[in-house]
Antibody
């Protein structure tokens, strides 16, 4: 069974940093790109970032480019989202999702999602 | 960026009704259109990919159609467990973008 489990959320002050983790199991992690999607309270879904299976290719939403960094450790079946320079508008539930692709040049349908971790940015 | 516009933003329907949700892309996305279902407090669940292919385990009362810029999600006979918010998403180009959602409520 495919499982994706996010952790690392919490309350952080504006300008601060957090690192989210996403532990995956039930599939061959090293063969699939992984993505982050967020949802602000009461709002819709916003794609954040994606990383290829090898970790060699990444893409970001403009809203987080230069502040967030996606990475992965294939020896630990884990993908990370390092969030720096946090802003109030980054407050959201952050979901990690498996894609059906290995490379980012393949159209990345998000087939399995985790339950999410809440990030709150407030002073 | 490709804008995804869903309509309606909400609808009220009864069990057994046929429900149709539309999604329009601001430019062509080939067939790279997915649909997700989200219930309150839960993660989104994938329903359909490549416009019309049902994800494993999704009931056959769900169907998708369309091409280019105009797409449709149809629930042929609404069941109690289908009351939720539905999102379309294009995955043809980055950034991936979602529609604003359609909330399906009980009449």
């Amino acid at each position: 069974e495919v499982q994706v489990l996010e952790s690392g959320g919490g309350l952080e002050q504006p300008g601060g940093s957090l690192r989210l983790s996403c532990a995956a199991s039930g599939f061959s992690f090293t063969n699939f790109a992984m993505s982050w999607v967020r949802q602000a309270p009461g709002k819709g879904l916003e794609w954040v970032s994606i990383i290829s299976a090898s970790g060699g290719s990444t893409f970001y939403a403009d809203s987080v480019k230069g502040r967030f960094t996606i990475s992965r450790d294939n020896s630990k079946n884990t993908v990370y989202l390092q969030m720096n320079g946090l802003r109030a508008e980054d407050t959201a539930v952050y979901y990690c999702a498996k894609t059906v692709c290995g490379v980012t040049s393949c159209p990345p349908f998000l087939d399995y999602w985790g339950q999410g971790t809440l990030v709150t940015v407030s002073s | 960026d490709i804008q995804m516009t869903q309509s309606p933003s909400s609808l009220s329907a009864s069990v057994g009704d046929r429900v149709t949700i539309t999604c329009r892309a601001s430019q062509g996305i080939s067939s790279y259109l997915a649909w997700f279902q989200q219930k309150p407090g839960k993660a989104p669940k994938s329903l359909i990919y490549a416009t019309s292919t049902l994800q494993s385990g999704v009931p056959s009362r769900f169907s998708g159609s369309g091409s280019g810029t105009d797409f449709t999600l149809t629930i042929s006979s609404l069941q109690p467990e289908d009351f939720a918010t539905y999102y379309c998403q294009q995955y043809n180009v980055y950034p991936l973008t979602f529609g604003g959602g359609t909330k399906v409520e009980i009449k």
